[in-house]
């Protein structure tokens, strides 16, 4: 499940690797929602990304994550929600 640092500048999103693959070969797909629908923002190796921009305090953003390999695509992560800060704060890691 992605999880991320919340703070009001780039943040990185991270999430596990795919179970059970044997090829090795997995890419992921990163899409995001900001309210006007889902689009995808990064295709990759890693399990994780970071942010090109930094996030606008008090806008919403939402997340998700797929894998896709060989054997074809997974089904989208559980959707990870994040809120810009309307004020700086430590760095911390949030699980959803």
């Given amino acids: 499940m992605p999880y991320a640092d919340k703070q009001n500048r780039p943040f ?3 999430w596990n690797n795919v179970e059970n693959d044997i090829t090795n070969n997995v890419k992921y797909e990163v899409q995001r929602d900001s309210g006007s629908g889902w689009q995808t923002i990064a295709e990759t ?6 942010s090109e ?11 998700r994550v797929r894998g896709e ?4 695509t997974g089904e989208y992560s559980p959707v990870f929600e994040y809120r810009g800060e309307t004020k700086p704060s430590m760095a911390r890691d949030v699980r959803v």
Wanted: aromatic fraction near 12%; charge should be positive.
């Fill in 12 to 14: 990185q999103l991270r």
């Fill in 45 to 50: 190796d890693q399990t994780l990304w970071t």
């Fill in 53 to 63: 921009m930094g996030t606008r305090p008090g806008q919403t953003y939402r997340y």
């Fill in 69 to 72: 390999n060989v054997c074809g």
